[in-house]
């Protein structure tokens, strides 16, 4: 299917007259004012036989030119539909404004992504290489595979700096002990809080295993002062907008680790809260294929990827 916007169409038979210029399984979607006048956001068959191309959107431009230019931003046709679009999104003010704020009289869409992808990889910081070599890396989420993550994390930090992981772990009867490596994959259950336990930082690297969103609140108290101390969130990139500031605002996060970003999921959710959250890096989730420690969300893949979900509408 293919959104188009088209004029001079008299509301009788309004529909009888999109079906005979764009086919049979034509719709009318919208009415939008612009300058006195009508259009129509019609919905088709690309490749219908009836289909023309005349007073499409991506040819209105040539009527726009001739049209004096308004001193208001927001009285350009595609910075009309743009907003109209954003507006039926479950997006905050903020982010639609900064969206519309790259948006400079654009005279077609292609110009209008354009604008956009320069203004986003502008405002977003530049992600910095992720450190391996903390003392103790806690990690909280609730997706599926965060055992998988925290094990492929592990790995990586053996590679990196020669030392065995050990994975940390709190219940009732005290610290439940994980000694990953090449020569250990043992468990042994120690009956000691996190701020009596014997770090050994010479041999090992530990990474605490946070079971549950209470625990977070405690993250500083129990680590001696002497460790330093790298909290990271998990989350999926599949969660909507809500569900992902809801674990955000729990805690002091220096780094995120998203679930599944490797398929090639992104959405509007995904890119508010990636904005909003102001994270530098945003590391995706980990892969024993990958060259790279870890592999980080670049601001450029952040921006042609709101570009993308933009060219999806408009195609």
Excluded at 210 to 215: A, I, L
Aim: proline content about 2%.
């Amino acid at each position: 299917m293919k959104i188009d916007i088209v004029s001079q169409i008299s509301r009788q038979n309004a529909l009888k007259n999109i079906q005979h210029r764009f086919g049979q399984n034509a719709l009318i979607l919208n009415r939008i004012q612009y300058n006195n006048n009508e259009f129509i956001i019609v919905c088709h068959d690309e490749n219908e036989p009836n289909h023309s191309k005349k007073n499409s959107i991506k040819n209105i431009h040539s009527d726009v030119k001739t049209e004096n230019k308004s001193t208001k931003k927001d009285e350009n046709i595609f910075i009309f539909y743009t907003k109209s679009f954003l507006d039926e999104l479950p997006l905050n003010k903020n982010f639609k404004n900064l969206i519309l704020s790259f948006i400079d009289e654009p005279l077609s869409i292609e110009e209008l992504v354009n604008q956009i992808r320069k203004g986003l990889i502008a405002t977003i910081s530049k992600p910095k290489v992720f450190s391996l070599d903390a003392d103790v890396y806690s990690i909280f989420g609730n997706v599926i595979d965060k055992n998988n993550i925290i094990e492929n994390f592990s790995a990586k930090i053996c590679q990196s700096q020669k030392k065995q992981a050990i994975i940390l772990e709190k219940n009732a009867q005290g610290i439940l002990e994980y000694k990953l490596g090449a020569n250990a994959d043992t468990k042994i259950q120690k009956p000691y809080s996190l701020s009596d336990y014997e770090f050994d930082c010479d041999k090992y690297t530990y990474i605490y295993n946070v079971k549950y969103k209470e625990d977070i609140l405690d993250l500083n108290k129990e680590f001696p002062s002497k460790l330093e101390n790298q909290k990271i969130l998990i989350l999926s990139a599949a969660a909507d907008y809500k569900h992902l500031m809801y674990f955000y605002d729990q805690g002091s996060w220096d780094s995120i680790i998203l679930s599944n970003i490797e398929s090639g999921y992104f959405s509007w959710s995904l890119a508010q809260f990636l904005l909003q959250s102001k994270f530098t890096p945003y590391l995706a989730s980990l892969s024993n294929t990958s060259k790279q420690d870890l592999l980080i969300i670049e601001n450029n893949y952040y921006a042609e990827n709101i570009c993308n979900l933009l060219r999806d509408h408009f195609s």
